[in-house]
């Protein structure tokens, strides 16, 4: 009865703490519009609330809520203000937010069919649904979700190695004759590196080609590249394309990979991470034509589909790639028959939450409609930042038709200096209204970048960044000339 009341509250508490947490949530949705969109990174503040927290005596649920809510409202990155426009983290959807309680609540074991029947067939519905989107044969669509791209590219790495040396899975690498190496652009996702490390093939066997003057990857150093591979003794086995590279947010182009990766019989990977979500709709398939043709795709339900984190998604052609690559026939578990499948014989994780109810809730909700009017919104929004940047004298830098811009100041010689760009950038930052990120573009010096990523994102949004920018650019001038 103790132990209950301590792990379980009793019920006037449960309902009163049920009440409070819903107020909370709500007023955030509400209020987050009010606050600074950057943290106070007062490392001092944090440890002192922190200090409270010995655990020596217990608290009142009430007292630790609102402690927590302290910490949360006051010292993070309010990535769903709307003018938020860093990186590809957008406000969570509510039908999301509710998605991930109820996940919370029933917490079903995803690892095993026989436990969760309801929520795998929940997520293995949309991968068919997503796959079928992409244009994938329905007859050989495979797929899991993962914690998130990371995860998703490390999946993918490991199928490509299982698909093209039939003794990895087996034997590992050392059983290989030759050195596997693999290609993604010099713009692409750190993760591969990360995920080369993982399955012990260390960074080196990344080759990171280097990309055209617009941040693609260079097609024809690919293929010169591949031939001095193979000549050298070394074993191709994977090409990953990205489409929306985070720095720049450019496509690469995939049509030409897809036929070097067919012509070479290499895994073609697609990084969709962020920009994948495109090949969902028929209205911008144009922008991602060759995607059909990949051999896996990942995509990040938190970042367009904007749920919250995290929840990837990894997308194959090869119905049984995952179950080869992931099975280890452990005879403690109960085994899934005929079509119904176990996501820890097809995966790297083993206990698993419900990753894909918070999408399939958004989705239900919005529609596909609700997610393309999205997606054609923001775009929109990208190309008026484009323009409003433009006409208060800022240069554009980066080519892509993703609302993600890159810039710099052209009118003065000190406008693309680092000094000069992280000045603009913290000055907008401390103002509190606004906040964007800078990043270097392939070795060059820095540049400012603002990112189109909040659902409520709006044009009045859009032109206090510019306003903002404008200001700060003046008050960096002034302050590097006195200095
Ligand atoms: C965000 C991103 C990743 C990493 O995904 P996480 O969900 O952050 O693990 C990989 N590739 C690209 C292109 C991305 O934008």
Redesign the pocket.
């Known amino acids: 009865m103790h132990i209950e009341k301590t792990f379980r509250l009793d019920e006037e508490r449960r309902q009163d703490l049920w009440q409070k947490l819903i107020r909370a949530i709500e007023k955030y949705l509400h209020d987050v519009t009010q606050e600074a969109v950057a943290p106070d990174p007062n490392v001092t503040a944090i440890r002192q609330l922190l200090q409270k927290f010995t655990f020596e005596t217990p608290l009142s649920p009430d007292e630790v809520l609102e402690q927590v809510l302290t910490g949360l409202w006051h010292h993070q990155l309010h990535i769903s203000h709307p003018a938020h426009f860093g ?2 983290n957008p406000a969570p959807t509510t039908m999301g937010i509710a998605g991930d309680l109820l996940t919370a609540a029933f917490n079903p074991q995803l690892a095993a069919w026989s436990h969760s029947p309801f929520a795998i067939e929940v997520e293995q519905h949309l991968v068919r649904m997503l796959a079928q989107r992409l244009r994938f044969d329905p007859a050989s669509i495979g797929g899991i979700f993962t ?7 490390h999946t993918a790495m490991l199928t490509a190695l299982t698909h093209h040396f039939p003794h990895f899975a087996q034997h590992g690498l050392r059983s290989l004759e030759k050195q596997p190496v693999l290609y993604v652009s010099a713009q ?4 591969f590196l990360k995920a080369a490390r993982l399955c012990g093939l260390g960074t080196e066997a990344v080759r990171e080609i280097p990309t055209d003057a617009s941040l693609k990857l260079d097609v024809d150093i690919l293929i010169a590249q591949i031939g001095r591979d193979r000549l050298a003794g070394f074993a191709p086995f994977m090409i990953g394309a ?5 720095t720049a947010g450019v496509i690469d182009p995939l049509a030409r990979i897809a036929d070097v990766a067919t012509r070479e019989n290499l895994w073609f990977h697609v ?5 994948g979500a495109l090949g969902f709709f028929q209205e911008f398939r144009q922008q991602v034509v060759g995607i059909e043709h990949a051999d896996s795709v ?1 995509v ?1 339900a ?2 367009w589909l904007a749920v919250p ?2 929840g ?1 998604l990894y997308l194959t052609r090869h119905r049984d790639i995952l179950q080869r690559t992931f099975d280890t026939s452990a005879t403690y578990m109960a085994r899934a028959h005929d079509d119904r499948m176990d996501p820890a014989a097809h995966s790297m994780q083993w206990s698993r939450r419900f990753i894909g109810l918070k999408l399939f809730m958004t989705l239900a909700v919005s529609g596909w409609d609700g997610y393309r009017q999205l997606i054609a919104h923001q775009m929109s929004l990208g190309n008026d930042l484009r323009q409003k940047l433009r006409d208060d004298g800022w240069q554009i830098v980066n080519d892509t038709p993703l609302p993600v811009v890159c810039f710099v100041d052209a009118t003065r010689t000190t406008g693309s200096s680092p000094a000069f760009i992280s000045g603009v950038a913290q000055t907008v930052a401390e103002a509190g209204k606004a906040w964007l990120t800078t990043t270097g573009i392939g070795g060059h010096a820095p540049v400012l970048r603002a990112g189109i990523i909040n659902f409520l994102t709006e044009a009045r949004d859009v032109d206090v960044l510019v306003a903002e920018l404008h200001q700060a650019r003046d008050a960096v001038y002034a302050q590097l000339a006195s200095q």
């Open positions: 990186l590809y914690s998130g791209g990371a995860e998703a590219n692409s996702h750190h993760s990205t489409v929306g590279t985070t990084d969709g991470a962020w920009g990942i990040d938190h970042k984190m995290g990837g």
